[in-house]
């Protein structure tokens, strides 16, 4: 709880600074613009969590992503697959990318590290493969227009992703801090002999973490693919996987796994974007925006670090 | 040559010592006992620089000294051999002992000068009596090896007074016999030690003087003609001890899991066929490695069985993970609590109903105040001495530890209970507390394997002993039988 209260007591704190700086931050136009973002960056910023509580790490899910989106839009347009049947299977594709990477970590007990690292470069470069390196759009969008209405519009002026986003985190913050699946996960997270000594499936729970993950990934995916309408497959996804580990720490989770808060997750992954578009409205060069991300991070996990109150 | 007085130290909430004085002279070994909780650590701890005291003097040969860090110890010629032992597994035995002072060549590289350290290796390695490679890995020795090496790493540095924190908790009978010879041997050469155990019959054995704390405080001291088991322990708890182990009485009744030529990974080679009856403590000793802790983890589903059957109440059972043991009602008390026990990490609470959480669940979702309920209940029933349910588990005392993981498997209902090494590094009321509970369990009908070393644990509270020598059961011994030899001449048969 005090780790979340540091990091809501950060965001509002930076969202009142920026707001002095520049009115702009508080007009509608940016404030739906960031929460899209922070709608659509926070629901894989869960999925990621939820595997760093079980100690692990997932680094591939900027690549899963991108071939998500590439698959998703040669789905649409070149084969002009029904718009379900093409959600469905990528919602599938995702999950069942995270079953392999959890499997081989827990029957083959290989590091996480590099099951993820390996399956990010596959992943990228197989999405450039099937594209031709060619950046991939969904042209006029004809035949799945409700399906583009869906992601990119808004309910009560509140952007998709982030309505999305509500309805993914209280469902994850029932099952992390309410569930018994979740008090397993943090058991499995802090000492996975202990849990399995005390009759827990641990590696059932560590592969069903990383499905959550490729879910969640393949989500967020399907609503940045209509927000922006085209794909780089070299560029697209670049350092997701960072910004998703980054506001997983922010949050509260540690990375030797066993703690982690939802509310954490979603307000970590909302400082990021605040940060960025502080960037932006503060007239900041762009080129900057990961030195002002690191440079705040940092700042801020040294602030918790002394400020912790002695054991 | 050591004198500390006046020696205070406050946690937050908590005295935990109240001017302490504690001496050691030249080549004297100084027992210091107490229940958990009575401040040995801390005094210990200050000595060796980890904590600061709020108040109180140490002088080493007549000269004040300040002990702020554990290297300011090391220059002063203090060493301590931790009970947890602090030695790194990947490196090999040189490395280890001399880790941070590590013998170079000249030049600003520092490079590690290879024939050195080896050699001065095996000549630390011989004080010690320890008959292994300087370039063996420590990961490939056992648990008394590399107390030696921690041992030979403390001489090396010079040491003059070491602290052995529980040195004999984790030993076997002949490596207890084999550590207390050296420190016979390290006090014949002026080595002051500080002999921190909760085994008496060990201090009885070797110190020349006890020190006996309780609740922080100085309770009294015994000379070398004085020490006697009873004095000492009259002095830790403040009253007299009686019925230390339960009375053993209880009737045991049909054969609850039979074992059926059962081979483990460890010991493919020989098969072990053993029952365990309802109502009855079943003693299983033998020296560490003798497999002892291989079949139990064969009945908890830990490990997977190389052959043989499981019979529980007359049926044949499959036991291929914890999981389908829990389900069977058989239950493992590890050996290692703060690994495979505990969640130390997590609540009292949560750990309580961890193995029994459908209970208290409804579609998944948690009922926080069953659990709650449920977890206080079994506390107190286990007298858990505890702030709370939700403290975390790591925070308490090594028996409350113990109760808890207990408190863990009596949520369920046991059918059997397999305890491994029940009471170690446990004080003494906390034992005997946990003797009461299985000796209680036993008579409601659970069947009780219990691992142990601890002879004088084996004696007192089993009805049966069987031993096994390097995988192979050697005897099952009635009560009658038991004799510290009979079960010697098993274990080392």
């Known amino acids: 709880m005090r780790k979340e209260l540091g990091i809501l007591t950060l965001l509002m704190l930076l969202c009142a600074v920026v707001a002095l700086l520049n009115p702009q931050f508080v007009g509608a136009a940016n404030i739906q613009n960031t929460s899209r973002l922070i709608g659509t960056y926070g629901i894989f910023s869960i999925g990621v969590g939820v595997v760093i509580v079980t100690g692990g790490i997932d680094l591939s899910v900027g690549a899963v992503f991108v071939k998500k989106r590439v698959l998703l839009s040669i789905m649409l347009t070149e084969w002009q697959w029904p718009p379900l049947l093409a959600v469905a299977v990528v919602l599938a594709l995702g999950s069942a990318l995270g079953a392999v990477h959890g499997v081989l970590i827990t029957r083959l007990g290989l590091q996480p590290f590099l099951v993820t690292l390996c399956g990010l470069l596959l992943y990228r470069g197989l999405a450039r493969y099937i594209a031709a390196d060619v950046v991939q759009g969904f042209g006029a969008g004809t035949g799945f227009e409700w399906l583009r209405d869906l992601t990119t519009g808004s309910i009560a002026g509140i952007p998709m992703p982030f309505v999305i986003l509500i309805v993914v985190a209280s469902i994850m913050w029932v099952l992390l801090h309410r569930s018994v699946y979740g008090r397993y996960l943090l058991a499995v997270g802090r000492n996975e002999e202990a849990a399995r000594y005390s009759g827990i499936n641990s590696r059932r729970i560590i592969t069903s973490a990383y499905v959550i993950s490729g879910l969640l990934a393949a989500v967020a995916a399907i609503l940045l693919a209509f927000y922006t309408n085209s794909v780089s497959p070299s560029s697209h996804g670049n350092f997701y996987e960072l910004y998703a580990i980054a506001a997983a720490v922010l949050g509260g989770c540690s990375l030797r796994g066993g703690e982690g808060s939802i509310i954490g997750i979603v307000a970590g992954t909302a400082l990021l974007q605040v940060l960025r578009n502080l960037v932006n409205l503060l007239d900041i060069p762009s080129s900057l925006d990961f030195a002002v991300m690191g440079a705040v991070i940092l700042i801020g996990v040294i602030a918790d670090q002394v400020l912790r109150p002695q054991k | ?493």
């Open chain 2, 1 to 493: 040559m050591l004198e500390m007085s006046g020696i205070s130290k406050r946690f937050p909430g908590v005295t935990a010592l109240d001017a302490v004085q504690f001496s050691a002279g030249q080549g004297e070994v100084v027992a210091l006992v107490g229940e958990n909780g009575a401040g040995k650590s801390t005094l210990m701890k200050i000595l060796s620089g980890i904590h600061a005291p709020d108040s109180g003097t140490i002088t080493l040969q007549d000269k004040p000294v300040s002990i702020r860090s554990p290297r300011d110890a090391a220059r002063l010629g203090i060493g301590t051999i931790h009970q947890e032992l602090e030695v790194i597994d990947t490196l090999d035995v040189a490395a280890n002992i001399f880790l941070g002072r590590e013998p170079t060549w000249a030049g600003p590289l520092q490079l590690v000068d290879r024939r050195q350290i080896y050699s001065d290796a095996r000549k630390a390695l011989a004080r010690v009596g320890l008959d292994v490679g300087p370039d063996s890995p420590l990961r490939l020795l056992s648990t008394a090896q590399k107390q030696l090496v921690e041992i030979a790493r403390a001489l090396s540095r010079d040491a003059r007074l070491l602290i052995m924190d529980e040195p004999t908790s984790s030993l076997t009978l002949k490596e207890t016999e084999r550590l207390i010879e050296l420190v016979t041997e390290l006090r014949r050469s002026g080595v002051s030690i500080v002999y921190i155990s909760h085994r008496l019959d060990e201090i009885e054995q070797l110190a020349d003087r006890v020190v006996v704390l309780r609740d922080g405080r100085n309770s009294g001291e015994l000379k070398r003609g004085d020490i006697n088991r009873d004095r000492m322990v009259q002095l830790m708890v403040g009253r007299d001890l009686k019925s230390f182990y339960a009375d053993t009485t209880s009737v045991p009744g049909p054969v609850r899991i039979e074992m059926r030529n059962l081979r483990t990974e460890k010991y493919p080679a020989h098969a072990v066929s053993l029952s365990l009856c309802s109502g009855e403590i079943l003693g299983l000793a033998g020296l560490v490695g003798a497999g002892r802790s291989e079949l139990a983890r064969v009945l908890f589903g830990v490990d997977r069985s190389r052959g043989g059957e499981i019979l529980l109440d007359g049926a044949e059972v499959n036991i291929r993970s914890p999981l389908d043991a829990i389900r069977l009602g058989i239950y493992l008390v590890p050996e290692d609590r703060r690994i495979s026990g505990l969640l130390t990490g997590m609540s009292v609470r949560e750990n309580v109903t961890l193995p029994n959480l459908s209970q208290f669940s409804t579609a998944g979702w948690i009922r926080r105040d069953d659990e709650s309920a449920v977890a206080q209940s079994l506390c107190g029933e286990l007298k858990v001495r505890a702030p709370s349910v939700e403290v975390k588990a790591g925070s308490l005392s090594g028996g409350n530890q113990q109760k808890v993981v207990l408190a863990k498997w009596l949520s369920l209902s046991p059918r059997a209970l397999l305890f491994d090494e029940p009471t170690r590094g446990i004080d003494v009321g906390a034992k005997a507390e946990i003797y009461q509970l299985m000796r209680q369990l036993a008579g409601q009908g659970v069947a009780i394997l219990m691992i142990s070393s601890d002879m004088e644990e084996v004696l007192g509270v089993s009805d049966r002993v069987a031993v096994l020598h390097e995988g192979r059961l050697t005897g099952v011994l009635l009560r009658s039988e038991c004799t510290q030899e009979n079960i010697m001449r098993l274990a080392v048969a």
